[in-house]
């Protein structure tokens, strides 16, 4: 069984940062790409930014030049650093990742919980 879970959401400030994390565990083989998705409410939930394997990154065009997208493959994390956040980046943030189990040949997408932001003076 395979889980991802979230942590660092919080209020803060705008202008303010924050550092989310996804520790992914139980029986991995690998990981191929993982990403950052948030949904407001009343919103559709859309990907805020992704990573592939070898590091490869893309991000949506309201958070490029204030997030940034990391992972520790050998740890089995991702990360997402948020500098200069606004209170329209306060969203439930989702962490997803395409994991391949022990013992399997086929890559599946796993969700976290979530994990809230809150940007609010």
């Known amino acids: 069984q395979v889980q991802l879970v979230e942590s660092g959401g919080g209020l803060v400030q705008p202008g303010g940062s924050l550092r989310l994390s996804c520790a992914a565990s139980g029986s991995i083989l690998s990981i191929q790409s993982m990403g950052w998705h948030r949904q407001a409410p009343g919103k559709q939930r859309e990907l805020v930014a992704g990573i592939t394997s070898v590091g490869n990154t893309r991000y949506v065009d309201s958070v490029k030049g204030r997030f940034t997208i990391s992972r520790d493959n050998a740890k089995n994390t991702l990360y997402l650093q948020m500098n200069s956040l606004k209170p329209e980046d306060t969203a439930v943030y989702y962490c997803?990742?395409?994991?391949?189990?022990?013992?399997?040949?086929?890559?599946?997408?796993?969700w976290g919980q979530g994990t809230q932001v809150t940007v609010s003076s």
């Open positions: 997803n990742a395409a994991v391949r189990p022990s013992g399997g040949s086929s890559f599946y997408s796993y």
